[in-house]
């Protein structure tokens, strides 16, 4: 797709030697200084300037702009003692000006490619504009819909969650590596910060170790194994030893098992928040546990620049590890050719960003990315309708489609929904808008306008949802209904009788059985970038045909979570399609609600139907080092083209220790025109199925480890349904 990422886990004797030229020549001070990351808006820019000067920041953050950038470039090049480089790291989340959809949306294209080109676009904007890393992706698996910052991520799966990490991670670091042209990439939020209890951000996290192996690492692991160059240490506890000051994630895997040579940022203060967790009991004390645990640059708690070298002198901190996490800082510089082009050619930025090939590609991902969840036939809507009534208070927004973490993207490069219509529609089309309500419940609502609107109109479109600051840090909901009065609203117009497709925009999935009972037609759009209006347009009118799958389960209502489709069976499984049953026989499910979600995950439909036919296991006998190959056939028995998903999923059925009932192995994007049919085959390296078992050795509580036995296998549409097979992996 792109060119030769820029693998940061390989570097040459060269620079090695350069380091350690340079790491002779530094004082203590200036050691210590290459750990810290200062932000010139907390810090001040005076005194931040100041300690660029005597060589005391290794990092600034969130500083946007070549020319700005430069300025302070100069200072740490020219006038410092030794004029090291400054890395500048920002946020650089879905895109830098071409704003993409949201990290979920885009796993919900289920195309790795097409995600990669985004993250290379996203690298393009923001290093022709100065920024050199880029705080993404992040990867946490989240099983909790209720977690703002679901929105940020891959959804709930883990394989997919690791495909779409190497996909970023390439796209970030890839390019011409002579040129400047790339962001070092740093996985986040390491690690099993969207395991959140009540999915309350920073909240404690306490899993077993074995889901912390099989669930939340793998896609940090992927991102090291495409050679991300760094990662970000979590706010969270894991058990009750917070992720910033952690020996066992820090140390013991990422370091000794996975041999990772990068840099560990910290997250936000989390140095200093290790006080409010009452891990540390002063600032001094929490730089010395998170230093020794493996943290080598400090994010703005002023932890290391306070008293790092205090505690070397005291002998509290070897100076071998700040001497270690100096060469890595040194090394990433040097990696990404800052010390030979400290400086950003400031023309770049203006004949790069936004350019129109960008806002291209924002369109087709942002169309790929949205699932239509419900269609009873009402869409697509082609371009012969008389009379529209497009009502919501995200039908004509410039802004929430945005999302969360959008930073320096502005609502002036969006197109509302209102604007994708007119833009697709024949001028004679009558489209009334009416947004009739706030997003948050703060005004009446316009029942009676919206009412009229729809009573004359062929078709309703109403497009409600979440705000971009809804979802995202520290905005976690307890209730994943749609906010303020935009239930009532769509009542209203339901109640007209005019059929209505409401248009979904969210961070997250939500919990609206009674809104999809209702309506004939529901398009889950997310929050999608720049191009949002013009895709949702294009989507409704037929111009594309929806082909997003879900990668976070949707949950019926907020008492079912945590809801996801990899859980176990348990001892008293009852199956999704349980019944509320408020005298029902001893089984795992709720007596009011069936155990079923809203939405499965890998759900989405298409405005043409596919068949799965004659699953074939070519491999019923396989061995621990070879390779399942299953098959089946796929039909497009619509009339229109279409893309489909295919997934396969396995259930190893008796382990060592109990295993999820499914588990994500492949997945493959085909396009089929009407009628046509493809053979869709799988091939899945059987070391793929291992997991941390028991082991075998006498008192080993844990292993990696292909186990032999029965396996189930199915290739769908979705983690519900699908073909099945079954194979076994022998001793
Ligand atoms: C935040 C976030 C992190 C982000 C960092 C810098 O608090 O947790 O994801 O990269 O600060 O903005």
């Known amino acids: 797709m792109v060119g030769q990422s820029l693998r940061f886990a390989e570097w040459g004797a060269e620079i090695d030697a350069r380091v350690e030229a340079l790491l002779g020549q530094m004082t203590l001070e200036e050691k210590v200084g290459q750990m810290v990351q200062i932000h010139l808006g907390t810090l001040g820019r005076v005194e931040g300037e100041e300690r660029i000067r005597r060589g005391q920041v290794g990092s600034v953050l969130s500083l946007y702009g070549a020319a700005e950038i430069n300025r302070l470039q100069r200072i740490a090049v020219e006038e410092s003692r030794l004029g090291v480089p400054l890395l500048i790291g920002n946020d650089v989340i879905h895109g830098y000006r071409t704003i993409f959809p949201i990290p979920l949306a885009e796993s919900c294209t289920w195309d790795p490619g097409l995600v990669e080109e985004a993250a290379r676009i996203a690298a393009e904007e923001a290093s022709a504009d100065g920024t050199d890393w880029t705080f993404a992706p992040m990867v946490d698996i989240c099983h909790d819909p209720r977690w703002g910052r679901i929105a940020e991520g891959a959804g709930e799966d883990p394989f997919l969650g690791a495909a779409m990490a190497r996909a970023r991670v390439r796209g970030f670091q890839a390019g011409d590596l002579s040129s400047r042209r790339k962001l070092a990439a740093c996985p986040k939020h390491y690690v099993a910060y969207g395991a959140a209890e009540a999915g309350k951000d920073y909240n404690t996290v306490d899993i077993s170790e074995r889901t912390l192996r099989d669930v939340y690492l793998p896609p940090f692991k992927a991102a090291f194994d495409e050679g991300a160059g760094t990662v970000m240490s979590a706010f969270n506890e894991i058990g009750g030893v917070p992720a910033s000051a952690n020996p066992l994630t820090l140390g013991t895997i990422l370091r000794q098992e996975w041999g990772f040579k990068g840099v560990v940022l910290s997250d936000w203060n989390a140095i200093g928040e290790l006080i409010a967790h009452g891990f540390a009991a002063d600032l001094k004390e929490a730089a010395r546990r998170s230093v020794l645990a493996g943290v080598d640059m400090d994010m703005v708690a002023d932890a290391y620049h306070d008293h790092l070298a205090e505690l ?316 399942l190959v299953v098959g089946a056939t796929v039909a497009n028995t619509g009339d229109r083209a279409g893309d489909e998903v295919v997934q396969l999923y396995v259930r190893d059925l008796v382990g060592s220790v109990t295993r999820p009932v499914k588990e994500l192995k492949s997945f493959r994007r085909i396009s089929l025109d009407p009628g046509e049919k493809a053979r869709v085959r799988f091939e899945v390296l059987v070391e793929q199925l291992a997991f941390h078992g028991l082991g075998t050795l006498p008192g080993q509580r844990m292993e990696y480890v292909v186990e032999p036995g029965e396996f189930k296998v199915w290739i769908g549409p979705n983690s519900a349904e699908g073909l099945e097979g079954e194979f076994r992996v022998l001793g």
């Open 312 to 627: 070397v002198r005291e002998g509290n901190v070897p100076l071998a590890i700040v001497d270690e996490a100096v060469r890595r800082v040194l090394r990433l510089k040097m990696m990404l050719g800052l010390f030979e082009q400290p400086y950003t050619d400031e023309s770049l930025a203006e004949k790069v960003i936004l350019k129109a090939e960008y806002r291209e590609k924002a369109l087709d991902l942002a169309r790929r990315s949205m699932v239509l969840l419900k269609n009873d036939g009402l869409l697509p809507l082609g371009r012969d309708v008389k009379e529209i009534a497009l009502i919501g208070p995200l039908a004509d927004d410039h802004h929430e489609i945005l999302g969360c973490w959008h930073r320096i993207g502005s609502d002036q490069d969006t197109e509302s929904v209102l604007d994708g219509l007119r833009a697709v529609l024949p001028p004679a089309t009558k489209v009334t808008h009416v947004r009739g309500c706030d997003l948050e419940g703060g005004e009446e609502p316009d029942l009676a306008g919206v009412a009229r609107a729809a009573q004359d109109a062929d078709v309703a479109i109403v497009v409600v949802g979440e705000g971009e600051a809804m979802s995202g840090e520290a905005h976690s909901r307890a209730y994943l209904g749609l906010p303020g009065q935009q239930q009532a609203l769509l009542e209203a117009v339901h109640a007209t009788g005019t059929p209505v497709a409401v248009v979904l925009m969210s961070g997250r999935p939500l919990a609206i059985p009674r809104l999809v009972e209702q309506v004939p037609a529901v398009l889950q759009a997310w929050h999608g970038g720049i191009r949002a209006g013009r895709a949702v347009a294009d989507l409704l009118v037929g111009a594309a045909n929806p082909s997003g799958k879900l990668t976070a389960t949707w949950p019926r209502t907020e008492g079912q979570i945590p809801v996801y489709y990899a859980h176990k069976n348990t001892g008293r499984p009852v199956g999704g399609d349980s019944i509320p049953q408020f005298h029902k026989p001893n089984w795992s499910l709720h007596i009011d609600e069936v155990n079923a979600p809203l939405f499965p995950f890998g759900y989405g439909l298409s405005y043409t139907t596919f068949e799965y036919r004659d699953l074939e296991v070519e491999t019923p006998e396989v061995d621990r080092d070879s390779t």
